[in-house]
């Protein structure tokens, strides 16, 4: 009698084998979490783990398309934060929120860097009309971007619980801490308890593995920018005209002057253009004819360091504290750590500067 083959169901069970650790593979992870305020144990949690190995190559894939794109306005947003006594951590919501695409609009309506919707735009006194919107202006939506985010920490009182706010709403957030009776990440978004939804429970996720990729990646920006004060209407096209430079570069730049016109409602607006270009803007816009004498025709540049003064940045380049601060639109004698100066010089310690 021949037997039967006993035929057993053979039942997959996915098991997930990881050759490193996320603490390994993403090094800066205890420098983000305490940024955000959250317990370095949180990189051994389950869900978070899953969450990396499932979206770690299309977040890898965005952080790098978003970088390029925003090699202008990265920096920026960066500077603003850090110049704000911010975490420039925080850089990586607009990072998400819009891949630094300043001018993009959701489905929802919500526009800029930032995503501000119309209500909260006017809330926080960013103009938004048919010729001007500075929902798109990295200068103005950060700055409101700050006052929010701030606004956010103070009620919450942890950076983390901030950024889920500001995806899901204060409201929104204070309900789901009320339900689940804890401030904890884990508890609030662990995906069985559904807390609060599951765009926001990703939405905080996305943003710690963006981090720690981005932190883990030396950046080199091709260009950097410096932002400048145009009076207002004035047209790009003239900016652009005096600075040598391709009216839709300019632009780019500067897309929140939808009408390539500075409004003419304020006296003066912050204008962004490549940092190489700022000699031009001062020779050429920034100083009215009476005072372009007093100011020597040549120009250096230079980044402060530590100890540096206007009197000993004068006596260095034979320059004077007068020229620096005209030159330089400073409000008074205080210098920022690696702020960009242009120092007007003679002609002779330009050459002199010049061959060494």
């Given amino acids: ?104 609009v959701s489905p929802k309506k919500a526009v800029g860097l930032w995503q501000f919707m119309p209500a909260t735009a006017k809330h926080y006194k960013l103009e938004v009309c048919n010729g001007f919107d500075e929902r798109c202006d990295p200068d103005s939506s950060t700055k409101a971007a700050m006052v929010y985010l701030r606004k956010l920490h103070k009620q919450f009182g942890k950076w983390y619980l901030a950024v889920m706010a500001y995806n899901c709403g204060e409201g929104r957030l204070s309900k789901a801490i ?85 409004p003419k409602n304020k006296k003066q607006y912050k204008l962004v253009i490549p940092e190489e270009k700022m000699v031009l803007f001062y020779m050429k816009y920034a100083f009215p004819e009476e005072k372009k004498t007093i100011v020597k025709p040549y120009f250096i540049s230079h980044y402060v360091i530590l100890g540096d003064t206007l009197e000993h940045l004068a006596d260095e380049y034979n320059s004077s504290v007068d020229e620096l601060i005209m030159v330089n639109q400073l409000e008074d004698d205080t210098l920022t750590l690696d702020k960009f100066l242009l120092i007007p010089v003679t002609k002779k310690a330009f050459e002199t500067y010049l061959n060494e």
Avoid: C
């Fill in 1 to 104: 009698m021949r037997l039967r083959h006993l035929l057993v169901p053979f039942i997959f069970i996915p098991v997930l084998l990881f050759s490193i650790s996320l603490n390994e593979k993403y090094p800066f992870y205890s420098y983000v979490f305490s940024e955000f305020g959250i317990d370095e144990s949180y990189i051994y949690d389950e869900n978070f783990e899953k969450f990396v190995y499932e979206n770690e190559k299309k977040i890898e894939k965005f952080y790098k398309g978003a970088t390029q794109r925003g090699e202008i306005v990265l920096p920026l947003v960066k500077k603003h934060l850090i110049d704000n006594d911010l975490s420039d951590l925080l850089a990586y919501i607009s990072m998400i929120e819009s891949g630094f695409t300043s001018d993009i």
């Fill in 178 to 262: 009320k339900k689940a009776g804890s401030k904890e990440l884990n508890i609030l978004i662990n995906p069985y308890d559904k807390y609060l939804p599951r765009e926001t429970r990703e939405y905080i996720q996305k943003i710690l593995l963006i981090a720690m990729i981005g932190e883990g990646e030396i950046l080199d920006f091709q260009s950097s920018t410096e932002w400048v004060e145009v009076e207002g209407g004035t047209k790009l096209s003239t900016i652009a005209k005096m600075l040598d430079m391709k009216i839709s570069a300019l632009q780019r730049l500067n897309r929140q002057f939808k009408k390539g016109v500075v």
